[in-house]
């Protein structure tokens, strides 16, 4: 047995023993616990930007890329943003109880169908300490409990964020245990905790592909995956000029380290003003690896391989190719993409359509950048992740997503004959 089973266990039996009383909770005891977790927040900015100083040191030190030290760094706007988060998924519906089907039948049975909360989600994520914000508050709102396991670069900042979010729930007297931060980084914990699937109901990671990969692999409970973010921007040859460059401009260098960013670009051959768009990108300092014909107009440019179009750069780096037709971009997309998300710039109505009917991804777009796939700009308040797959949820996963059905079914003693 693994030395670290007793220490897991006993985080799982905690969180299961309080799962029912936490799923009975009301939205305005819910709410109270989700206000105070965001004043503690706003209250102690500089308790956590210095406990995130820690993490950048030792991040820094064994050598992570600028682009993991963008995700990692609090700062006071981005601290602030975690309580406005908060205050967000307080002014949403509570999903806990609300009806999709309701029924009497000619028995004088009568059927409802209600939403209720999932019961105990372990999330298991990477170097984004506002995760354990979002990811607590919404499993509060929704009436779930939650075990967190972030990783070693972020667990100064990780046990911060929970300490404040379970002094919250105490000053509101809710169950302190609604939240449980895993506070140890030997990686073999993670592989005792997707074991515990007699308390934990569903297992959410968040992170790269190496990541996902290992947890879908090794767990014994149910799992909702977000996958990585191949995402694309397709210019159609219509594509009206200012907008496909502020799109794709932003697609890519907005934050290029995050998994709704542009990673290939898909250019119509007759787009008539590759050049231009081409050269925006250059000169933010963005790293083309291209097809043999875009090499034809730019032949400085590195060639992309096969390997590139599957590459989630997360840089300033991406892959572009020039393609036939929506119909080539399609195929392209659903071959090399990861369902995620993907757009197409074009003024031409029936190639839009064609393009939103058959990418096969979470989220399409027409005429707008990929990085609004997010559950703030989608008006969930936050998310617990970007679900790729097509089981239970897909996309930007809420307070809905974190709900199942139960079917409540009330009689006068009738029997089936």
Known sequence: MSQFFSYVENIAKRAKDISLDVASKGTKEKNRAL????????????????????????????????????????????????????????????????????????????????????????????????????????????????????????????????????????????????????????????????????????????GGESLIKTVVEKSKIPVVKHDKGVCHVFVDESAEKDMAEAIVVNAKCQRPSVCNAMETLLVHRDYPYIKELIGKLLELNVEIFACENLRKIFPSLEPATEENYYTEYLDYKMSAKIVGDVKEAVEHINRYGSHHSDAIVSENYTNIQYFLNRVDSAAVYANASTRFTDGGEFGLGAEIGISTQKLHVRGPMGLEGLTTEKWIVYGNGQIRE
């Open 35 to 206: 206000e105070e977790i965001a004043n503690l927040l706003e209250k102690n900015i500089d308790y956590i930007v210095g406990e995130n100083k820690k993490d950048l040191v030792f991040s820094q030190e064994i050598g992570k890329s600028q682009a993991f030290i963008d995700r990692l760094e609090l700062n006071e706007k981005r601290i602030k943003a975690m309580a406005s988060s908060i205050r967000e998924i307080i002014a949403l519906p509570d999903p806990v109880g609300s009806g999709s089907y309701i029924a009497k039948r000619p028995n004088g049975l009568v059927i409802q169908k209600v939403r209720v909360p999932i019961g105990v989600i372990a999330i298991i994520y990477e170097s984004r300490p506002n995760v354990t914000s979002d990811a607590a508050s919404l499993c509060i709102k929704s009436g779930n409990v939650t075990i967190l396991r972030g990783g070693k670069e972020a667990i100064n900042s990780n046990i911060a964020i929970s300490n404040l979010i379970r002094e919250g729930l105490k000053k509101a007297d809710f169950p302190v245990d609604t939240v449980i931060m895993i506070d140890r980084t030997e990686h073999e914990i993670v592989d005792v905790l997707l074991g515990m699937n007699q308390y934990i109901d569903l297992v959410i990671p968040r």
